[in-house]
């Protein structure tokens, strides 16, 4: 891969990051993380649209990638909830950003 003249190149980290969050519904589950741990149908509700079995996957993913955190709640009821990692906090100012942006379109 080559250099541009400004001196960017993007390597295996940087593009291991960019395909994550690049996935489709990663940012959004990400997004609705930011507000504070979560149980999974709370993620569920915060995310129209996103399937059960997809929401899985990314979360699965996002723990894989050691961006958030899966906790198994004592119980009763038994439930697990996500938590952004010290890792996955460091995204923040990035999807901020974007929701900023996204505020800002025309509707």
Not at 12 to 40: C, E, N, S, Y
Not at 91 to 106: I, T
């Amino acid at each position: 891969m080559e250099t541009l003249r400004n001196g960017f190149r993007c390597g295996d980290r940087q593009l291991r990051v960019f395909r994550l969050v690049g996935k489709r519904w990663t940012l959004p589950i990400l997004a609705a993380l930011m507000h504070g741990p979560a149980r999974f149908s709370e993620v569920a509700r915060a995310v129209p649209g996103l399937s059960e079995r997809v929401m899985s996957e990314r979360l699965q993913e996002l723990c894989e990638a050691r961006l958030v955190t899966r906790e198994v709640d004592a119980g009763p009821p038994l439930g697990t909830r996500y938590r952004l990692t010290p890792l996955g906090e460091r995204l923040r100012p990035a999807v901020e950003s974007l929701l900023e942006a996204a505020q800002a379109l025309p509707e």
